[in-house]
């Protein structure tokens, strides 16, 4: 994934908010990088793996997302209805973006 890479050579402080899907492969190639959920083990409960599938649909209350405004750093599918909201939100600038991913620095 070329994002990641990006990630790598242009390191950011986080902490990284995510995809659900993508916390596995984040954790084992940038190990340095702490993930926001790890999608191969229920490690988090169903009512956060609920959450993180609401706010990367664009659910209404994305807004108060406490795991994303925390989120310093976001790496997100680019088809994604969060991805389209944070490149319309003035508080994250696009900092990255391919076929694939999209990724985002909070100002």
């Known amino acids: 994934m070329r994002a990641i890479n990006f ?16 916390g596995g ?3 084992w190639y940038m190990s ?5 959920i ?3 083990t229920d490690l ?12 990367e649909n664009g659910d209404r209350s994305w807004v108060d997302d406490p795991y994303l405004n925390e ?8 088809h994604t209805r969060l991805a389209s909201l944070l490149n319309a939100d003035s508080r994250f ?4 973006q391919d076929e694939l ?3 985002f620095v909070k100002k």
């Open 7 to 22: 990630l790598r050579e242009h390191p950011q402080p986080g902490p990284l908010y995510h995809t659900f899907g993508w």
């Open 25 to 27: 492969f984040i954790a």
């Open 32 to 36: 340095e990088q702490p993930v926001a």
């Open 38 to 40: 790890d999608g191969r």
């Open 44 to 55: 988090y409960g169903d009512e956060i793996d609920y959450r993180f599938y609401q706010t």
């Open 71 to 78: 989120a310093r750093l976001v790496l997100l599918p680019s």
């Open 93 to 96: 600038n696009l900092t990255y």
């Open 101 to 103: 991913a999209m990724v």
